[in-house]
């Protein structure tokens, strides 16, 4: 069984400051997918890495796929409470085709 | 429709009872999951399907949980004989595809169900 762990599971900041929410595994992911979920929502894909090393932004936001492809980040520059949500990451294997596996989700909250 | 659609949002069962929730996915999409998110312990898949399969295959050791799809944008997620640990919110997310781990998941609104 694949398993994806996220941390922190929680974080509370103020506005404008940086932050970095971590995504490990000991399994080799062929892609990894981060997304957002707000209160009576599902969640929504911000991006998907594919490529070991890779690099995506997305405004403030850095997407990293471990050289690995075991783990990823995202960084989250200047936060603004806008960003106040869950973020999830979710990978896929070779095998997995798109039924994804999810990290436990950071409940993400931006102070003004 | 142009996204994916879960009634009821909202339900109470008592513990014991059968609970069916519908989802409505997105004409044209392959691929259906079912899954169950709680606090603490995220997103799990429970069941899926491709193409016209009427029979999901269930990720879930339990018999209690099952899926049928009598149309190929329509799912129902039944789950027998309620436990109070049931209580989750269950997501319904689908895609074009199955092959592909970089296929998009678009994800309903979820059910909220509370077993008391």
């Known amino acids: 069984t694949q398993l994806l762990e996220q941390s922190p599971q929680f974080l509370s900041i103020q506005e404008g400051e940086n932050l970095t929410v971590y995504c490990n595994s000991s399994?080799?992911?062929?892609?990894l997918q981060w997304y957002r979920q707000e209160p009576g929502e599902g969640p929504v894909l911000l991006v998907t890495?594919?490529?070991?090393?890779e690099v995506k932004k997305l405004k403030r936001l850095t997407f990293q796929f471990g050289d690995a492809r075991k783990d990823s980040s995202l960084h989250i520059t200047a936060a603004q409470p806008g960003d106040t949500g869950l973020y999830l990451c979710a990978g896929a294997s070779e095998t997995s085709g798109s039924r994804l596996t999810f990290g436990e989700g950071t409940q993400l909250t931006v102070n003004p | 429709g142009a996204g994916v659609s879960q009634s009821p949002r909202y339900k109470v069962a008592k513990r014991g009872r059968d609970v069916a929730l519908r989802c409505d996915s997105i004409?044209?999409?392959?691929?259906l999951y079912w899954y169950r998110q709680t606090l603490g312990q995220g997103s799990e898949v429970l069941t899926y399907?491709?193409?016209?399969?009427?029979?999901?295959k269930s990720g879930r050791p339990s018999g209690r949980f099952s899926a049928e799809r009598p149309e190929r944008s329509v799912s129902t997620l039944k789950i027998q004989r309620t436990e109070q640990g049931d209580s989750a919110v269950y997501l319904c997310?689908?895609?074009?595809?199955?092959?592909?781990?970089?296929?998009?998941?678009?994800f309903g609104a979820g059910s909220r169900l509370t077993v008391l």
């Open positions: 399994s080799v992911f062929s892609s």
């Open positions: 997310a689908s895609s074009l595809g199955y092959n592909s781990g970089a296929n998009v998941l678009t």
């Open positions: 890495v594919v490529t070991g090393g």
């Open positions: 399907s491709q193409s016209d399969a009427q029979r999901d």
């Open positions: 004409s044209g999409h392959v691929t």
